[in-house]
């Protein structure tokens, strides 16, 4: 049955026009056994998805998957926070030492990213509250929208005469950024702040106002020889890509000659997690993490009057600014699992549809009950040190989703469509549709 991402769909012979969804991951079913009193379900399995490929991503992974009754979302971290611990430690001899735990929120203000890489010491300052009324119209623009934001992002030694960031290094960076959606990368070098507006070098000081950049520089902490960026757009936009520039920076030469990298173990949990996000193109909100994740006690009312306020029992571990496992405490009433589904817009026929039998398993009484899944290969990539986790599974796609080996995937004879009752439409023609 289908969940959230888009999965392979494998059609049936049997049955003329249906399709099997291959699983991203057994989450209804997990729950199904903790309805039948299973108090611990334990998995390490094969899983698909349909998505677009990165380092950390691709077609089929491994997951190691755990659901348990009864445990608080606290309970649950400790629980696999000491797993992970002595699994490092056993395998590679690594302490992972303390796990910071961060909320959602505070990790997409200070990094942009809900996995943030804690060895990269840049952090956003937040400038929106004084640009509204610059000269500048990017700044003034973005912090005059509707969910805009203005960031600055300070580079200590970014601008130190023969050792810090060239003008070359900043039009690649402006190129880089542009990969996110953002249409170009401010900057301000402060060459010397005895000196004033004189003592800063850009072209948009002029027209910003002593009173921004006063704040700019004092929120930030700027020094002379610090270089500083901007970032100024949607949120989603200024997240993105300073948020990705921030990496880059920090993992590049300059970077790690000038101490803004610390080579070493990063763990993390990031918690309280919205339950729902607005998809601008469909202009409805969309779960977080996946439909069946609680909500925190009290804010089930707000599923109906302010989805947008409403935030989850779910939480990440991340490890090096990638995420290792994620999970939530589950939704175990079906009145608010309902909720859940009318702040979907999922009507109550869709609903029983797809998610009939679990509907009808919570209504005989369910446990609280919870989970994490972890990928298996992620863990093995950060353990080895590699680039991405094709290099440490057998039989790996390319970046295109490919097997060079079998060629998959690959033409099928007429003959195997028509057993299966399915007929090509002319590709030229769906394109251009």
Known sequence: TPEGA?????PSRVHDGQFFALP?????FKQLLMVAGYDRYYQITKCFRDEDLRADRQPEFTQIDIETSFLTEEEIRDMFQSMIKRVFQKTIGVDLGEFPV???QDA???YGSDKPDLRVKLQFTEVTDVMGDVDFKVFSGAANMKGGRV???RVPGGSVEGGGISRGEIDAYTEFVKIYGAKGLAYIRVNDLSKGREGLQSPIVKNIHDAALTAVLERSGAQNGDLIFFGADKEKIVNDAIG???IKIGHSVFGK???LFEDRWAPMWVVDF?????DEESQRYTAVHHPFTAPKDGHEDWMVTAPEKCISKGYDMVLNGWEMGGGSVRIHRADVQQKVFDALKITPEEAQLKFGFLLDALQYGAPPHGGLAFGLDRIVTLMTGAESIRDVIAFPKTQRAQCLLTQAPSPVDEKQLRELHIRLRNLDAAKAE
């Not at 888009?6 to 494998?10: A, Q, W």
């Not at 919205?274 to 607005?278: K, Q, V």
């Open 24 to 28: 991203q991951s057994p989450q209804l």
């Open 274 to 278: 919205p339950m729902f996000e607005f």
């Open 6 to 10: 888009r999965d392979y769909l494998v």
């Open 244 to 246: 990705a520039l921030r």
């Open 102 to 104: 961060m909320t959602y």
């Open 257 to 259: 000659a000038n101490g």
């Open 151 to 153: 960031v600055a992002l």
């Open 108 to 110: 997409m203000h200070i």
